[in-house]
């Protein structure tokens, strides 16, 4: 067993965090492999669907730094050390294919960073989330400003970001932040049945959506639109989406027969 795992359930990849007695933080070499995971599924065609999950009660306690960066380092090993942890923030960005974060607890901190790393976030009743940089006078250095001012508002990201606050799962759910809330003995199966229904869709046709409303968020309606009609148009000429649309026009053929 290794702090870190991946696992290919075919095209649906799932990394889990294995450090419970942790908490599952995770260490310097652990973000190095995580970063190569991703990779490998970013480069895997067969790949559709990444999970991002983990093993026992907490989700993850964020970076563990302890005994390894003492609390006088200089400011360019802790730099550093930020830096290595982007890397991650990054590669995750970088993905066109769609991510799941399956929250089994507490993710706090950089835990709930990456947690916001993922396109779609299920969490257990029991889970919670909790920004507690400010706790230890510090900013959040692995993206919860950003991520947290574009799915809850200016407002309350820095209301988060300035208390500490700890959501449970249902008010992450009421304020944007999860899809879903699941009681803890069914978030894994119905993590999978999420991930396989998008998985079962065209691949080409899912990753244009989501690079569609990702890029929606920093440009306006018009080249929106343009940029939209530019996809459609390669889409409607491949012969996967000719076939998905003959399929569709035969059923509602059929289904209009039978109503007659």
């Known amino acids: 067993m290794t702090d870190i795992e991946m696992e290919e359930r075919d095209a ?3 990394i889990r965090l294995n450090r419970p007695e942790r908490r599952n933080s995770f260490t310097p070499e652990m973000l190095d492999a995580w970063v190569a ?7 895997a065609d067969d790949a559709r669907v990444l999970i991002t999950t983990a093993t026992g009660p907490a989700f993850s306690a964020g970076l563990d730094l302890a005994g390894r960066v003492p609390i006088d380092a200089p400011p360019t090993l802790n730099y550093g050390m930020q830096k290595r942890m982007h890397r991650l923030g990054l590669a995750m960005d970088q993905l066109d294919k769609p991510t799941l974060a399956s929250v089994n607890g507490p993710a706090i901190g950089a835990g ?3 947690a916001l790393q993922s396109d779609i976030r299920i969490m257990a009743r029991s889970a919670s989330m909790t920004e507690g940089y400010i706790r230890a006078g510090l900013v959040p250095g692995n993206g919860g400003a950003f991520y947290l001012a574009r799915l809850v508002g200016i407002a309350r990201a820095l209301e988060l970001l300035w208390t500490a606050r700890t959501l449970s799962a249902d008010e992450c759910l009421a304020w944007g932040i999860a899809s879903y809330v699941i009681d803890d003995d069914q978030l894994e199966a119905t993590t999978i049945e999420l991930a396989t229904t998008i998985a ?4 080409a046709a899912v990753r244009l959506i989501k690079r569609a409303v990702y890029q929606a968020a ?3 309606l018009a080249t929106a639109l343009h940029d939209m009609a530019a996809q459609m148009a390669v889409l409607q000429s491949s012969a996967e989406s000719k076939e998905l649309v003959a399929r569709l026009r035969a059923q509602r053929a059929a289904a ?5």
């Open 218 to 220: 920093d440009t306006n």
């Open 256 to 260: 209009d027969k039978e109503a007659r």
């Open 37 to 43: 995971m991703v990779d490998r599924f970013a480069a």
């Open 12 to 14: 649906i990849w799932v």
């Open 112 to 114: 709930m960073d990456v």
């Open 200 to 203: 079962a869709a065209l691949p």
